[in-house]
C-alpha cells in the first residue's frame, strides 16, 4: 500500500506589491498553521519517507515548520522547481519519478489549483466528510492522506486513491 499525502503551503503575505509571487513569505497564520499540521502529520503516525517540495519561498517556510514536529530521523527531501503552480499530471510524474519503489509514503508541499486537482483527479472514494470539504476547496496548510491499494507509484491513476482524512489546521487545533 501507498500513502500520498498533499499539503498545501500554509497562509502567505501579500502585504509587500510588486514581490514576485515565488518569493512570498508565509504570513503570522501561516507561521503558526504550518507546526500545528506537523504535529498533526506525527500524531497521526504519517511521517513520510520522502517530501517533495516547490521551491517556492512559502513552500520551503511551510516544510521548515513541519519538519521540527515530525521527530527524528528527518525524511528525504527533495526540492523541485516543477511543483512550482503544477498542473496535476506535473505533480504525480514528479512523485513518480522520485519515490521509486523504496518510499511507501510520499508528502507533496505545493501550491494550487494543481494540489486540489491532483487531489480530485486521484481519490475515487473515502471518507464521506473529507470527500464532501475537498470537493469545495483546498484551503491554506490543509492535508489530505490519499492511500493506493498498489505498491507501485506507476499504477497510482485517477480514481485509484482512497481519501482517508482531509484535514485543516483548525480542525486539528
Known amino acids: 500500500m501507498l500513502t500520498l499525502l498533499l499539503l498545501r503551503h500554509a497562509k502567505s503575505d501579500w502585504s509587500t506589491p510588486g514581490l514576485d509571487d515565488h518569493e512570498r513569505p508565509l504570513n503570522v497564520r501561516g507561521t503558526k498553521a504550518a507546526p500545528v499540521m506537523g504535529r498533526y502529520i506525527n500524531k497521526k503516525g504519517l511521517k513520510p519517507d520522502l517530501v517533495l517540495c516547490s521551491d517556492s519561498v512559502r513552500t520551503q517556510a511551510?516544510?521548515?515548520?513541519?519538519?521540527?514536529?515530525?521527530?527524528?530521523?528527518?525524511?528525504?527531501?527533495?526540492?523541485?522547481?516543477?511543483?512550482?503552480?503544477?498542473r496535476p499530471d506535473t505533480i504525480l510524474n514528479v512523485v513518480r519519478d522520485n519515490a521509486g519503489d523504496q518510499a511507501?509514503?510520499?508528502?507533496?508541499?505545493?501550491?494550487?489549483?494543481?494540489?486540489?486537482?491532483?487531489?480530485?483527479?486521484?481519490?475515487?472514494?473515502?471518507?464521506?466528510?473529507?470527500?464532501?470539504?475537498?470537493a469545495m476547496k483546498f484551503p491554506t496548510?490543509?492535508?489530505?492522506?490519499?492511500t493506493f491499494d498498489t505498491g507501485y507509484w506507476s499504477?497510482?491513476?485517477?480514481?485509484?486513491?482512497?481519501?482517508?482524512?482531509?484535514?485543516t489546521p483548525r480542525e486539528v487545533t
Do not use: W
Open 62 to 86: 511551510t516544510l521548515a515548520l513541519v519538519l521540527p514536529e515530525l521527530g527524528p530521523p528527518p525524511p528525504q527531501v527533495i526540492y523541485d522547481q516543477a511543483l512550482y503552480l503544477a
Open 104 to 134: 511507501k509514503s510520499v508528502m507533496v508541499i505545493s501550491h494550487n489549483p494543481g494540489l486540489h486537482a491532483l487531489a480530485l483527479t486521484l481519490v475515487g472514494d473515502g471518507d464521506k466528510k473529507g470527500l464532501r470539504q475537498l
Open 141 to 146: 496548510a490543509a492535508l489530505a492522506e490519499i
Open 155 to 167: 499504477e497510482v491513476a485517477p480514481t485509484t486513491g482512497h481519501l482517508k482524512s482531509f484535514v
